[in-house]
T-cell receptor, first 114, second 114 residues
């Protein structure tokens, strides 16, 4: 069975601090896909990144970076120099195998205070 | 393109009533899915479809029916609403295998069952 654990339920930081959101996953699939989504207070879900299990290169996009480590089954997300607009709930997602094999973590609520 | 649209945005039902949540996409996506989002639970897959005429169950299908007669539409039916179905419902679509690729989400329907 697949599982995604986002152990941090809520994180609060002050603007300009760096923050890392943790995601640990479990799967028996050899090919799988990991995602991060952002859900701002307005409620829509915004796609941030997709990685496949064969690509362990870290990725940087502006202030956002992702660290994928198969050895620890983790796909962590770091926001550098956080801003108030980063305040949102962030979800990690795992997909693999059959098309119904799709699991979201419970989310981490990030609050960035000015 | 309107993307993924959902109607209604809000709905209040009484226990035992039935209703259909509408979802439509204009991106010619084959994969469509329904999720429910409950506080502290992340998003859970209810049903999904990999193309017109094909549907399958996700993680939490009980109490819900779906059909897919066209590529564009994927309605979710609640046959006899229960308070446990109070939730925010999201529809999503994907150009390719939805579990493996980015999904585009609708704005959500907030359903309250009293």
């Amino acid at each position: 069975a697949q599982k995604v654990t986002q152990a941090q339920t809520e994180i609060s930081v002050v603007e300009k601090e760096d923050v890392t959101l943790d995601c640990v996953y479990e799967t028996r699939d050899t090919t799988y896909y990991l995602f991060w989504y952002k859900q701002p207070p307005s409620g829509e879900l915004v796609f941030l990144i997709r990685r496949n299990s064969f690509d362990e290169q870290n990725e940087i996009s502006g202030r956002y970076s992702w660290n994928f480590q198969k050895s620890t089954s983790s796909f962590n997300f770091t926001i550098t120099a956080s801003q108030v607009v980063d305040s949102a709930v962030y979800f990690c997602r795992l997909g693999g195998g059959s098309q119904g094999n799709l699991i979201f973590g419970k989310g981490t609520k990030l609050s960035v205070k000015p | 393109n309107a993307g993924v649209t959902q109607t209604p945005k809000f709905q209040v039902l009484k226990t035992g009533q039935s209703m259909t949540l509408q979802c439509a996409q204009d991106m010619n996506h084959e994969y469509m899915s329904w999720y429910r989002q409950d506080p502290g639970m992340g998003l859970r897959l209810i049903h999904y479809s990999v193309g017109a005429g094909i549907t399958d169950q996700g993680e939490v299908p009980n109490g819900y029916n779906v059909s897919r007669s066209t590529t564009e539409d994927f309605p979710l039916r609640l046959l006899s609403a229960a308070p446990s179905q109070t939730s925010v419902y999201f529809c999503a679509s994907s150009n390719l295998a939805g579990a493996h690729y980015e999904q585009y989400f609708g704005p959500g329907t907030r359903l309250t069952v009293t």
